[in-house]
């Protein structure tokens, strides 16, 4: 099933967290660009923050790409942009605003193209626009 996945998904299984969807096996990943930033920059954090050792760091990093490689992932363009600077049903974040806006764009072209997330509040703005929500 071809899956929208946010950053918080793609960390909990690159960090083996508990609660990280089972079924990430036999998804066909898309995402924005935006996740690539979003997951190396919590990896960052958390080295320079002395909780990730070198080794540690370089390992999630790698594993972070290495799983990317197998994601569509789409430019964030201006017509996203502005979509994601419009209302939504619900609060969201920035980042979260621009990957629902990369989900609704994407809709269009994908029959049946559900979200996944570990994030409440963009599952609740998902579900309100209709999309089938996994991971919550």
Sequence with gaps: MT?????????????????AMADWPSLTPISSELI?????????RAHISQRLSD???AR???????????FRLVSVSSAILQRAAD????ALGSLDAIHLA????????????ALATHDRE???AA?????VVTGV
């Design 127 to 131: 579900g309100a626009v209709g999309f």
């Design 102 to 113: 990369t989900a609704l764009e994407l809709r269009d072209d994908i029959t049946g193209l």
């Design 36 to 44: 690539r930033v979003e997951c190396l920059r919590v990896i960052d």
């Design 3 to 19: 899956t929208y996945v946010d950053a918080s998904v793609l960390l909990a299984v690159v960090l083996g967290e508990p609660g």
């Design 87 to 90: 209302p939504f049903p619900t």
């Design 60 to 70: 999630y990093r790698g594993d972070i790409l290495e799983a990317l490689s197998s």
């Design 122 to 124: 963009l599952a609740i």
């Design 55 to 57: 080794e540690a760091s």
